[in-house]
């Protein structure tokens, strides 16, 4: 099958815009800064945590896709590459958390100005592991791995591009099978570390399961949502509404298991009931993060769900993108909900902070990463898998 795939230029419409909101979230945080300094970086956590668990997300599926050797996502490879393109942006952008470890993790940075003795206990107890200096290496071990696994993948991808005879997926699929332990721990570790020890006495096991299928199943989203820009730019001719049908059926399969990792993480604390673990549910279970939570439950599992179900909606690639734009912004909230109600006084569940944060830190990941796919093009044009991938049917 021969089929022209065209050149990205480098969207600088897409670049200039996305810093341009960018600056605008950088301004409104350096106000924020001045106004409300300790939710600030409550905002930018979340926002944080919200594009890191999409990205990594994103190298998941690339690695799982080599690992199986499966042969329709190598259409949309390229796509997932450039989320995962992200991530050294990122690295440098956990550098303004170093700032506000005191205001986020103050507990266990200074067990000591803990009133109650029990809590104190349990936390003093847990200094082995969250102490400041195994916090920063831990961190820094994460990033290697995230960057070392997703720049082998991105690398020798695009070195085929140059030489069809490095395009085969035989090494790719080696480096994929090695790092999926690695990356899929040192994520685990990452939602310890940066979101659970928000609370440094609640403890789950459910926990990186419940992070991890939010930031896959957004991946899967933001995927869904580029594939749809690009193949209307006539940048990814080719793609089938089978493509579309099979991002749907991810979306749909991996919006239920959230939900079940989510579920089963409340059903199981609740019948324990436990005062350290059932603390984190009560304090979302009432005032102002009652409703919140109601709306993530909706949002999250519920609408997209019932969408979902629709055989017509995955097959409509216009349509399907807007659930996915939908269950992107759900997961933003999801990672709101876990980090904003943990902010000392916080009264409302959305701030202007969040905004802000949000654009600070998403403006620039989109910019950076279409930056660097430019000159690229949105296909791996000498993979010798691309022809069948792109002749793939599902009804």
Known sequence: MTLRIPVFRGGRALVTRSLGLALVGAALLVIGAFVDRERLFYAYLAAYTYAVTTAVGALLFLMICHAMGATWPVAVRRLAEAIVGALPLLAALFIPLLFGLDALYGEWLHPESIDDEHVRAIVVHKQPYLNLPFFLVRTGIYFAVWLGFGALLRRGSIRGDA???????????????????????????????????????????????????????????????????????????????????????????????????????????????????VEFYLLRSHGPWRFATLVLVLARFVIPFAILLNYGIKRRPAWLSAVAVWILAAHYLDMHWLVAPEAPGARAPLHWLDLAALLAVVGPCVAFAALRLRGKPLAPINDPALPAALRYESV
């Not at 926990?207 to 957004?218: E, Q, S």
């Not at 995927?223 to 749909?252: C, M, N, Q």
């Open 163 to 277: 030489t069809p005879a490095l395009a085969g997926g035989g090494r790719l699929r080696t480096i994929s099978i090695a790092g999926l332990p690695p990356v899929a721990l040192t994520l685990s570790f990452a939602s310890f570390d940066w979101l659970m020890s928000l609370a440094p006495t609640w403890v789950s096991t459910m926990f990186p399961v419940y992070v991890f299928a939010g930031g896959f199943v957004a991946a899967i989203a933001l995927l869904t949502v580029i594939a749809f820009a690009a193949e209307r730019a006539g940048l990814l001719p080719g793609l089938r509404a089978s493509h579309y049908y099979a991002l749907g059926r991810l979306l749909l399969a991996f919006t239920i298991f959230w939900a079940y990792a989510a579920f089963f993480q409340f059903m199981l604390m609740w019948i324990a009931n436990r005062p350290e673990e």
